[in-house]
Nanobody
């Protein structure tokens, strides 16, 4: 069984920064892709960024330049550095892992507000 544990969410003022972490554990055979998605109230879940086993990255076009995804393969952990946060970034951020199957974390709340 695979578990994903997200951390690092919280309340931040506009223009601030947060760093999210997602640690994978359990019966992980081979990680192909790890990534972050988000879901704002009343909206569909959307891609934020993904990173593959060879460190190739994909970003939602509107977020590239403010958000940076990275991973520590030795720790099976993926990070999301979020800078210049805006109120529109308020959402629940979910970690996703593709490794044989597809797995989701429970999400971490990010609220950007003054």
């Amino acid at each position: 069984q695979v578990q994903l544990v997200e951390s690092g969410g919280g309340l931040v003022q506009p223009g601030g920064s947060l760093r999210l972490s997602c640690a994978a554990s359990g019966n992980i055979f081979s990680i192909y892709v790890m990534g972050w998605y988000r879901q704002a109230p009343g909206k569909q879940r959307e891609l934020v960024a993904t990173i593959t086993s060879d460190y190739s990255t994909v970003y939602a076009g509107s977020l590239k330049g403010r958000f940076t995804i990275s991973r520590d393969s030795a720790k099976d952990t993926v990070y999301l550095q979020m800078n210049s946060l805006e109120p529109e970034d308020t959402a629940v951020y979910y970690c996703k892992l593709v490794a044989g199957g597809t797995y989701w974390g429970r999400g971490t709340q990010v609220t950007v507000s003054s």
